[in-house]
């Protein structure tokens, strides 16, 4: 039964090797030479790198086989593998449409062509078979110019039908020469009353707390609890939540094990600060959702408790679930029901006998 909600997931990484391996053997891709056996390309896929900006390198692998021609494959097998492995029910999918487009045009078409990419993941993502709640978060680029980063958070504004927020990816180290440029976007998005998050305090770059008033949410976040502890007051005024990806970093060399995640956990609780446990890019990784929690709880990082207010956060700071309330109490209503059907239309239930 999916139950899941997965709020930073980035389509880049998001593809298992299997599926990404195949398809490019089915289609005779210069990189299928390059990687002739399966699990070579595994192996090379889902080793640890020295540094975000080595593994960000990864993703513009995969972004120039996720081209418009081939997202409705990528995207059918993303939401399948989600629904029947992670267990996931409403997914945020993060990328950056422009990377998606046509890299043979010139800069004004390939704006034009985002909004191709935004219908096509939406129509490719709607399965009756796997009915994940997908919405689409597009991130703004700390590479790409201001008028594309701008054309982005246009898009989103009109495109919310199947657009629940914006982001900002790409090397943090970036973000420094242009603050004042990609702070003035967040406020832009915030006044066209757009949801936002942002790749932040992820590594020891990533340290721009000018940001956090624009913010619903935090992407990681994990430095801020760990070095500055003292913003968690503010962040838990303004109730944004940490987007926490434990396996991320031990992939891109932000973290060297993550016994430290012990002390992000506890400093957040005690400030009040809510954190959402996700993938980044279980694909590239080769770690799914329900193994992060796994792993946490194995390595004693959380308890069951914590997970249980972490599962529920991750509902509570989505950006478009319909509901007030996450999906299993759904299931306890259905269980109720069933066990007042099962006493017979005539009979009172037994606690009624009780009452009398
Ligand atoms: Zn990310």
Redesign the pocket.
């Known amino acids: 039964m999916p139950l899941h909600a997965e709020l930073?997931r980035?389509l880049g990484g998001a593809v298992a090797p299997r599926i990404f391996w195949r398809f490019l053997h089915r289609q005779n891709h210069p990189l299928a030479t390059q990687f002739p056996v399966y699990e070579e390309f595994e192996a090379f896929l889902t080793q640890p790198r020295a540094s975000l900006v080595e593994f960000l390198e990864l993703h513009t692998m995969v972004e120039q086989v996720q081209t418009l021609d081939n997202l409705q494959y990528f995207i059918s097998k993303l939401v399948r593998g989600a629904y029947v492995f992670e267990g996931i029910l409403y997914l945020e999918l993060r990328y950056t449409p422009y990377y998606r487009t046509d890299t043979a045009e010139t800069q004004s078409r390939r704006i034009e062509q985002m909004a191709q990419i935004i219908t096509t993941i939406a129509s490719a993502a709607s399965m009756p078979d796997y009915p994940v709640v997908l919405k689409q978060i597009l991130c703004m680029h700390s590479c790409l110019p201001l008028e594309v980063n701008k054309a982005i958070v246009e898009l989103a504004t009109m495109q919310r039908e199947h657009v629940c927020g914006v982001d900002l990816?790409g090397p943090d180290f970036l973000y420094r020469n242009r603050l004042s440029e990609l702070v003035g976007l967040f406020e832009v998005a915030r006044e066209n009353g757009l949801k936002t998050t942002c790749?932040l305090f992820e590594t020891s770059n990533g340290f721009y707390p000018e940001f956090l008033p624009y913010l619903n949410r935090i992407?990681h976040g994990i430095q801020v609890a760990l070095e500055r502890p003292d913003l968690l007051v503010e962040i838990a005024k303004r109730q944004q939540c940490l987007e926490v990806?434990p396996t991320s970093y031990l992939k891109t060399g932000t973290l060297p094990d993550l016994t430290s995640l012990r002390q992000v956990f506890h400093n957040c609780e005690r400030a009040g600060v809510d954190i959402a446990i996700c993938t980044?890019n279980p694909g590239l990784h080769n770690v799914r959702l329900p193994f992060e929690f796994e792993n946490l709880l194995s390595l004693d990082i959380i308890d069951f408790e914590q997970l249980k207010r972490c599962q529920v956060a991750a509902y509570r700071h989505a950006f478009a679930w319909p509901h007030n309330e996450p999906p299993d109490s759904i299931v306890r209503d259905i269980i109720n029901k069933q066990a007042g059907t099962m006493t017979g239309p005539d009979e009172k239930p037994k606690s009624s006998c009780h009452l009398q």
Request: glycine share 14%; hydrophobic share 15%.
């Open positions: 930073h980035h990816a790749h992407g990806c980044d």
